[in-house]
């Protein structure tokens, strides 16, 4: 199995302002993706940390809102810039290792006032 | 496109009773279907995995069964206890480094 420390556990911040997640994993993991949770409804993906390399984003998330950074195979993070209300949400990280291992962090609950 | 279906979206049943939910997925290729519960704010916890070739699989009072044929897949709960309260999260995956595609869950509720 594979251990995920995924801080801060939960924030409350004020609009305009950023927030960084991070991602630590205990052994190395080929893939690192980063979902959003917001209330009621499932995990949508924001994007694909990619190690060395900028990260995939899916439609209707961009680099500017969402940076990610993936320095090596066990370490990556999220910003949320300029932070709106909408943004509130619960924040994952998961990590991939073959075709059946999955792994979660416990999630960052963001809000945002 | 890749989409990942479950119903009822909430359930409430009493504390002992038997409860069923629901899947259906159109993800392609097919590699594994997941079950997950998830906590109020925590991350999902894995229940069940299965492959292509496996039609049940259990994990205590869990047992998840895949039709592949008809993309479809069921959770039954036996016996429900309080502590079963949360949401239950079907996810498949396409195989090799794709992303989990999620299903938006099901809120189950167990009362006294």
């Known amino acids: 199995s594979a251990v995920i420390s995924q801080k801060p556990s939960r924030d409350i911040c004020q609009r305009g302002t950023s927030l960084t997640i991070q991602c630590q994993v205990d052994?190395?993991?080929?893939?690192m993706f980063w979902y959003r949770q917001q209330p009621g409804q499932s995990l949508t993906l924001i994007a694909t940390?990619?190690?060395?390399?900028?990260?995939?984003?899916e439609s209707g998330f961009v680099i500017d809102k969402f940076p990610i950074s993936r320095p090596n195979l066990t370490f990556s993070t999220l910003t949320v810039s300029n932070m709106s209300p909408e943004d509130s949400s619960i924040y994952l990280c998961?990590?991939?290792?073959?075709?059946?291992?999955?792994?979660f962090g416990q999630g960052t609950r963001l809000t945002v006032v | 496109k890749n989409q990942v279906e479950q119903s009822p979206q909430s359930l409430i049943i009493l504390e002992g009773k038997n409860c069923t939910l629901q899947?259906?997925?159109?993800?392609?290729?097919?590699?594994?279907l997941r079950w997950y519960k998830q906590d109020t704010g925590r991350g999902p916890v894995s229940l069940t995995i299965?492959?292509?070739?496996?039609n049940t699989k259990s994990n205590g009072r869990y047992t998840a069964t895949l039709d592949a044929d008809t993309k479809q897949s069921s959770l039954h709960i036996t016996a429900s206890q309080l502590s079963d309260s949360a949401s239950y999260i079907c996810?498949?995956?396409?195989?090799?480094?794709?992303?989990?595609?999620f299903g938006k869950g099901t809120r189950l509720s167990v009362i006294a």
């Open positions: 998961t990590v991939s290792r073959g075709n059946t291992e999955a792994f």
């Open positions: 052994s190395q993991v080929t893939m």
């Open positions: 940390a990619n190690q060395g390399s900028e990260a995939t984003y």
């Open positions: 899947c259906n997925y159109t993800v392609s290729p097919f590699s594994n």
């Open positions: 299965m492959t292509f070739s496996e």
């Open positions: 996810v498949v995956s396409a195989g090799g480094n794709t992303p989990l595609v």
